[in-house]
């Protein structure tokens, strides 16, 4: 997430008018470079209290800028052999789609078990208090559900130094979270050693560290309280 880009409203109901000012404080002088939203105060401690507690939602690709883009080429195309070409990268670009989004959703359901999970599609997320939540079977996870439990995001990302694909997790007001708190599920390097050692599919395995690591934390709290 860029700095720039606009903070996530929280699920939880409307910031009160003292909270948006000041957000908004932190966003002009963040592009001015002077306070980067990374370096606002976040105590992993209580975060991953709150997690457990609460929700992890996580942002689906939708490819949405992609197919579209692919969809309108295909329609202005006249000769067969284009409209041929176009075809096949559109419905591999679908199939992608939905192939990402199966295994995820799967894995989740399947190896998540630290807290209550969900999920919503990129491009439904501009207006979070619009947008449609789904449990990881795909029925539609309602905010009665969710009630005033605290939420955490986790994005489809690249990581600043070497630009592998990652996965990011976030507090309801575009933070990141902060070591210790564990983030940056990164892919490639070393984690594809594991991979072939573990014999499962990579959003598998992924989904499963991700687990583990949020429980080894949490425990680590618990131990030194």
């Not at 599609?121 to 979070?128: F, M, N, T, V």
Request: glycine share 6%; net charge positive; aromatic share 12%.
């Amino acid at each position: 997430m860029q700095q720039t880009r606009p903070l996530l409203l929280p699920i939880n109901g409307s910031l009160k008018t003292y909270r948006i000012t000041g957000l908004i404080w932190m966003i002009l002088l963040s592009i001015n470079g002077l306070v980067p939203l990374k370096a606002q105060s976040v105590d992993p401690v209580s975060s991953i209290k709150e997690l457990k507690e609460g929700y992890l939602l996580v942002r689906m690709p939708a490819f949405k800028a992609k197919i579209d883009t692919l969809q309108s080429m295909f329609s202005r195309a006249s000769d067969r052999a284009s409209r041929s070409r176009l075809e096949k990268m559109l419905k591999d670009a679908k199939e992608e789609r939905d192939t990402l989004l199966g295994d995820y959703t799967r894995a989740f359901r399947d190896f998540y078990h630290f807290s209550k999970v969900g999920y919503y599609l990129d491009d439904e997320g501009r207006d979070l208090h619009m947008t449609t939540f789904h449990n990881m079977n795909g029925d539609v996870l309602t905010k009665n559900e969710m009630g005033e439990s605290p939420v955490y995001y986790l994005f489809f990302e690249r990581t600043p130094d070497n630009n592998l694909e990652a996965l990011v997790i976030y507090n309801n007001e575009g933070i990141q979270m902060p070591a210790p708190f564990p983030n940056y599920f990164a892919r490639g390097g070393i984690n594809f050693l594991f991979l072939k050692i573990s014999n499962k599919k990579f959003p598998t395995w992924r989904v499963d560290r991700i687990n583990k690591r949020f429980f080894k934390y949490w425990e680590e709290v618990k131990s030194e309280e």
